[in-house]
């Protein structure tokens, strides 16, 4: 009968860690796959020089990221997520009725988007209205809006080689599509009159409604598998583009450079990417990286203000720290950062 | 029927032989050495992808035993580290990682001097062919033996991961032509420390005993937290799974009544051996940490789900094991006066012992193999949590598991990292394979048959 004794033995020691289980030691994050390798160096230099244990901290996207941040305050959630994207209102009336109200936004540092194809493949020099030509549902043609007819590049545009057009871009759950929509195709629309066409089509009460309706025209991608969307991580898109060599695909600038031996970048409207270009902001495509931080854990979690605070100190983020060296653009304006984290400042305090 | 005899049964118009095969029976064999051939090959091309899955493997990941080290002597300037000079350990403390990289930049720059290596690049650029993890090292070492400050000290630290993966015939010269992690220059360095014998390839037993390191550094990354975190959870999984799923089973197969209810469970419980095991994950997330909030990224919410999974794959085996022992055995204790409870727990259950055993333990393995329910509790992310000392902290403490270790490692965008994951596969392998091994070999060895 040694077994119900086990039994009983080990169902007491369950129920006794179970009880034991009050107080969480460890900084939990959570969100975007592009703040990832950021976070984790920072968090492995923060475990290194600070008696807090060392942070973990999970991938999953921005949008999955600050879903989880909003699921309430206690143990049992997150205290930061990580995002390629500002917060949106959506998401801060969702995280206010589940009580997380008091939210600091830090903002870590830039980043760049690149075009990126096979190293032994053509080699491209886009512009937004090249990727608006390829890639949206519905372009214009002789004054008319007409359903994307666009086969290869050589379509697009006459200089490129007649290579068929094959994208990969991030899945609608990653803030890095946000941007690649924002910076590129929409850049492309108004640069190609299709905008003023649509917004002089469009139906809305207001005229801002109009401008939001022809804007979420202007993006909507075409859906024939020209354009495919990659919900995972950068390494699917690496894939992807490794088994089809015409694949153009859509990275963060730190993957790109620890890829170089696979990739090729494509410039943008004739701007090499590179942290210097993206600093100097010639390079166009480019977009601040955040997280959020639950002020309520503060006190709670122990290291939790300690582990925002070296996120942004001039040690690790400034312009000669190991997230520069990794693909970060440094923040010129970290100071402000630092002083908001050290201050505590919550989102509508002062912006 | 008794007055046989051949010559009773006239022989029929067509005259055989059994020496001569009629056409029927030559068809007949034709088509079982044909099934024969199918069987065989059938086998080969299973054991051909098998080859393959091996060969890859291996090919892949053997590299992650191995790593570069750069033996440097340090001088430990007291100037840098303990300004005081009163060896306060609070003092010392205070300076950070970053504070050591002048003494790791100037002790690169005097091994380039000492070797005579010519070379134009700044101390800055040499020692970027080291791990970045080197001055946590230094500092580690330093906290720890503070009576060396001042001293000058001989340090083993690895390479940077292009470093290592030049020797390992990874990295050309070719590929790192747009790489601004290294040059040209730097690997004709790198030549130089080699044929000195300052930089060295050697076996890595901090790949099986380390842990995880952030993107920066793969060279540092290693299995052996993770491994714990596996371990922890098998440890939750067995002390629950086993006897929870003897006990149901004994319960259903020797006492419960053959009715409806029972029908039903044992529907149900076939089910839910069926279920894909990230569902178990979402359970997990709902009822461990969301309403008993137990706490994240834990082995033992990890565990917890884990045993929800095998429990239906025991119970099963388990009943499949009492089923085998013959039902003599169970009426000859009854007849000498035994209880059912005696006849049972003396009798029935050594009997079964076996088949349970093995049962249990391929549930283990499927249960060491899985990374989908690790997913929604947490467990799969940068854990790099240090080795835990006692076994509360072991189950309660962050940490992560072999499969979701690797699964972290292939998405990251160093390509050492791809490397490391497969030898981290190599690791779960060998893991997985001991375990099989010792369900064939008890069930061989202690199995009775009747």
Redesign the interface.
């Known amino acids: ?1 040694s ?2 004794k ?2 009983a033995s ?2 007491t ?2 129920a006794a ?2 009880t ?2 009050t107080a ?1 030691d ?1 900084v ?1 994050v ?1 969100g975007s ?1 592009t703040v ?2 950021y ?3 920072v ?3 923060f ?3 600070f008696d807090f ?2 942070p ?4 999953g996207g921005s949008s999955a990221g600050l879903k989880r941040f909003c699921e309430g305050v ?3 959630t ?1 205290d930061i997520a990580n995002a390629s994207r500002r917060i949106k209102e959506k998401e801060i009336k969702a995280c206010a009725e589940a009580g997380v109200t008091d939210i600091i936004e830090v903002r870590i540092g830039y980043d760049g988007i690149v075009f990126a194809s096979d190293i032994n493949g053509n080699a491209f020099e886009f512009t937004p209205t090249d990727w608006f030509l390829a890639l949206s549902d519905e372009i214009m043609v002789d004054g008319k809006m007409v359903a994307n007819p666009n086969k290869t590049w050589a379509d697009v545009n006459p200089a490129f080689p007649a290579q068929p057009i094959q994208a990969f871009i991030p899945g609608t759950k990653h803030g890095t599509r946000e941007v690649f929509e924002d910076k590129v195709i929409l850049a492309g629309c108004e640069a190609t009159g299709a905008f003023e066409h649509i917004l002089a089509g469009a139906t809305g009460d207001s005229a801002k409604a109009q401008k939001k309706a022809a804007e979420k025209a202007c993006i909507s991608l075409r859906t024939d598998g020209v354009s495919v969307d990659i919900d ?4 699917e898109t690496l894939a992807r583009i490794g088994s089809n060599a015409d694949g153009i695909g859509v990275f963060g600038l ?2 790109y ?5 696979k990739l ?1 970048v494509a410039t943008m409207s004739g701007i090499v990417p590179s942290t210097e270009s993206i600093a100097t902001g010639e390079y166009p495509v480019s977009r601040p990286l955040f997280f959020y931080v639950k002020q309520a854990h503060i006190g709670v979690i122990p290291g939790l203000k300690e582990f925002a605070e070296f996120f942004v100190a001039d ?1 690790v983020a400034g312009p000669d720290g ?1 997230l520069s ?2 693909g970060l653009v440094a923040d010129p304006e970290l100071s402000q950062t630092q002083d908001a984290v050290a201050d505590e400042a919550t989102m509508g305090d002062n912006s | 029927m008794t007055d046989f005899s051949p010559s009773s049964t006239p022989p029929t118009s067509v005259q055989t032989s059994l020496l001569t095969l009629s056409d029927r029976t030559k068809k007949r064999n034709a088509n079982e050495r044909r099934f024969k051939a199918y069987g065989i090959a059938a086998i080969a091309v299973g054991l051909l992808m098998l080859l393959v899955l091996v060969v890859t493997i291996f090919g892949r990941g053997t590299g992650a035993f191995q790593q570069t080290f750069v033996t440097l002597d340090v001088e430990l300037l007291e100037s840098k580290l303990d300004k005081t000079g009163e060896r306060n350990i609070e003092d010392i403390e205070r300076i950070s990682t970053f504070g050591y990289a002048p003494l790791v930049n100037g002790a690169m720059s005097a091994a380039i001097e000492q070797h005579g290596v010519d070379t134009s690049l700044k101390s800055k650029q040499l020692a970027g062919l080291l791990s970045k993890g080197a001055v946590a090292q230094l500092r580690a070492y330093v906290l720890a033996n503070p009576q060396q400050i001042g001293e000058t000290v001989e340090f083993r630290f690895l390479a940077q991961s292009r470093v290592d993966g030049y020797l390992k015939g990874r990295v050309s010269r070719d590929s790192i032509e747009n790489d601004k992690n290294i040059s040209a220059a730097q690997l004709d360095v790198v030549d130089a420390l080699v044929a000195a014998g300052v930089i060295e390839k050697s076996f890595n037993l901090d790949f099986i005993l380390g842990s995880d390191a952030s993107d920066q550094r793969p060279e540092a990354a290693g299995m052996g937290v993770s491994m714990l975190g596996s371990f922890f959870m098998m440890l939750v999984v067995l002390a629950l799974a086993l006897p929870i799923g003897v006990a149901a089973s004994i319960y259903l197969e020797e006492f419960a009544p053959k009715n409806w209810i029972t029908d039903i469970i044992e529907v149900n419980i076939a089910n839910l051996a069926a279920v894909p095991s990230i569902v178990y994950g979402i359970l997990g997330l709902a009822v461990f940490i969301n309403y008993m909030h137990l706490p994240m990224s834990a082995p033992l919410v990890g565990g917890l789900v884990l045993t929800l999974m095998t429990l239906p794959t025991i119970i099963i085996s388990t009943r499949a094991a009492l089923k085998a022992v013959p039902p003599s055995i169970r009426d000859a204790a009854l007849g000498v006066g035994a209880s059912k409870m005696q006849s049972v727990f003396h009798h029935v259950l050594p009997l079964a012992a076996p088949g349970i055993l093995t049962g249990t333990i391929i549930g283990l393995a499927q249960a060491l193999g899985e990374t989908a329910p690790l997913l929604l509790i947490g467990m799969v992310g940068f854990i790099a949590s240090n080795a835990p000392e006692t076994l509360g902290e072991g189950l309660l403490s962050p940490n992560s598991a072999m499969p979701a270790q690797i699964y972290e490692w292939a998405k990251r965008a160093d390509p050492a990292f791809y490397e490391r994951a497969w030898g981290g596969i190599i690791i779960l392998l060998l893991f997985l394979v001991t375990m099989n091994t010792v369900a064939v070999v008890l069930r061989r060895r202690f199995e009775r048959r009747w």
């Open positions: 009968m077994f119900v086990l039994t080990a169902l020691i369950a860690t179970a034991a289980a969480r460890q939990q959570a796959s990832l390798p976070a984790s160096i968090a492995e230099a475990g290194e020089n244990p060392t973990v901290v999970e991938s206690g143990e049992n997150i995972g991580d950068y390494t730190a993957f450079e620890n890829n170089t031996d090729q040690e190991p060296e990794y």
